[in-house]
């Protein structure tokens, strides 16, 4: 098994934080997103993982390419990176990997994470993961047969076919099969929104009679923006905290101060006079002092005091002092 990881740019919706760091690899209740989202997709399949596949823009860097290739490597597998520079859409991206893209394969996108308990189908000939949703008018959907299987891909419906939306996550039988649907669409231009969209292969693989089923997950987590990522760090230590995961390092330094489970808190962190959480995230060597701060998520070595946090979002390296309530500050900023 193979997964394909494309992860596009920096993210403009989570600026500051992308400016320095892309978004995929900005920790969630101390882990790179991306790092948890391959763990858990990992979980679902049950199968060994032959080699991870990252698609990023060449100017991330070679920092963050050693880091991925150190996050696939943690889960034994062989890290590959392959470069997107321009944003010609989601087929595009994934023919980016076209070499890795032979036997089993699964191609989830870096931006979303998810709880799942489901058996997969490796008899289908693609499983698609999906959530049961509230408003499908705001995503793409399918809609199934009597027999469970998808019978239709239908993209932000304006009235009701199906509220099971698709999250970003397939399983395809045959990398081979994927990859010849993909090259198809880039030989004859096939474009929407100037852009080769993935459901364009889909819609095709379909047409020829192969079998998509559902993957149903209990637990959709965006991290599209500021306030849905420090919810995606709350609700993702809640779980964490009631699998029993030990999240509090045993080298926290913490003087008159309280913590409120659940909590993530790194190596090194020192906590004077202050009260953190519930459903905080602390950096490795993150300072707190004299401060009350729930519902957050900090990077490392930041210095937070004299504060009162709900909701905030602060980065690496980063100073805050004052009484801001709801923040958000990338790396190396400073307030006070």
Known sequence: MKIIVPMAGRGSRL???TLTIPKPLIPIAGKPIVHRLVEDIAGVIHQKIEEIAFIIHESFGKQVEKDLIAI???????????YQNEALGTAHAIMCAKESMSGPIVVAYADTLFRADFTLDTSADSVIWVKQ?????????????ENNVIVDFVEKPKDFVSDLAIIGIYYFKSGETLRAELQYLLDNNVVKGGEYQLTDALENMKQ???KFVPGKVDE???????????????????????DGS????????IDNSTIIPPCFIGEDVVLI???????????????????????????????????????AMIGNHAKFDGNFKSVSIGDYSVLE
Request: proline share 3%.
């Open 220 to 242: 959709w987590m965006d991290c599209g923006n500021k306030d849905v990522t420090v919810d995606t760090n709350s609700r993702m230590l809640r779980f964490l905290h009631n």
């Open 208 to 210: 020829k009679g192969l």
């Open 133 to 145: 949703v509230e408003d499908p008018s705001a995503f793409g959907v399918v809609q199934l047969n």
């Open 72 to 82: 696939a490597e943690k889960l034994g597998s062989k890290g590959t990176i392959y």
């Open 246 to 253: 030990n999240l509090v390092s045993d080298t926290v330094c």
């Open 15 to 17: 600026r500051p934080h």
């Open 273 to 311: 006079n202050s009260t953190v959480g519930p459903y905080v995230s602390l950096g490795n060597a993150t300072h707190v002092i004299n401060t009350k701060i729930k519902h957050s998520l900090v990077q490392t070595h930041a210095h937070i005091k004299d504060a009162s946090l709900d909701n």
